[in-house]
């Protein structure tokens, strides 16, 4: 079974900056795309950014020149330097790891989904 454990978030003011980290565990072969998403109370889940194993990054535009992922394949972390925070960007962060390949079932691919962390972001 693969777990996603979720670190960093938080309360922050408006223009401050904050660091998530995600860390896949579990008997995994490989994870095609790693990333986060979001949801602000009453709104859908959105994609904030993604990242390949081969490092194609892939980022919301309301993210752009703010916010950057970053990961570390040999221990199957992913990261989100997010800094100019805005009230905007408060919600509930999700890490996802997506094209999952385990040794239980390596022919066959998974997604797989964090807990979530929270992020407010004060004004």
């Known amino acids: 079974q693969v777990q996603l454990v979720e670190s960093g978030g938080g309360l922050v003011q408006a223009g401050g900056s904050l660091r998530l980290s995600c860390a896949a565990s579990?008997?995994?072969?490989?994870?095609?795309?790693m990333g986060w998403y979001r949801q602000a109370p009453g709104k859908q889940r959105e994609l904030v950014a993604t990242?390949?194993?081969?490092?194609?990054?892939n980022y919301a535009d309301s993210v752009k020149g703010r916010f950057t992922i970053s990961r570390d394949n040999a221990k199957n972390t992913v990261y989100l330097q997010m800094n100019s925070l805005k009230p905007e960007d408060t919600a509930v962060y999700y890490c996802?790891?997506?094209?999952?390949?385990?040794?239980?079932?390596?022919?066959?691919?998974?997604?797989?989904w964090g807990q979530g962390t929270q992020l407010t972001v004060s004004s």
């Open positions: 579990g008997s995994i072969l490989s994870i095609s795309t």
């Open positions: 990242i390949t194993t081969g490092g194609t990054i």
């Open positions: 996802a790891a997506d094209g999952v390949r385990s040794v239980a079932e390596p022919y066959r691919l998974y997604k797989y």
